[in-house]
């Protein structure tokens, strides 16, 4: 029996304090292109491949009064439930321009076991940003 019930990925939405910041703040630190800021600044939208990276204020009626308060950090050290993951062909470069344009430094670039080079940062709203390489597959 076929079903056209078969899902696309669509979109990551990450809650944020101030929407235009964030997305001025990706747009800078890690290079992601704008798709769209609406004019209310409650939502707006990065170029990420076939997925969507897509911004929304943390606290709003339209999903507050149907599935709760969107739970924040308590501290800037506390590792929140989603990571965000950029490849890059030079990730030192990338881990460098993010830190220079307000991205916290977490952990600098390092060769990984698995054959990808891996470094982390924080974002302006305190989530985790891994900058990392393709993962090469081992040679035979």
């Not at 924040?72 to 881990?95: L, N, W």
């Not at 709203?125 to 390489?133: A, C, I, N, W």
């Amino acid at each position: 029996m076929t079903s056209n019930l078969k899902p696309a990925y669509a979109y990551t939405v990450l809650y944020v304090k101030d929407v235009a910041k964030s997305v001025a703040f990706y747009a800078k630190a890690f290079g992601v292109n704008v798709r769209r800021l609406d004019n209310s600044h409650r939502w707006g939208e990065l170029e990420s491949g076939q997925t969507t990276i897509a911004f929304t204020q943390i606290h709003q009626h339209e999903t507050d009064e149907v599935t709760g308060e969107v739970q924040t950090f308590q501290s800037k050290h506390e590792r929140g439930p989603i990571e965000v993951c950029f490849d890059y062909a030079d990730v030192d470069a990338a881990y460098k321009r993010a830190v220079e344009n307000g991205a916290e430094a977490v952990s600098e670039p390092e060769q990984k076991e698995w054959n990808q080079k891996v470094g982390y940062v924080r974002d302006i709203d305190g989530m985790v940003v891994r900058l990392g390489s393709n993962v090469t597959p081992p040679q035979h």
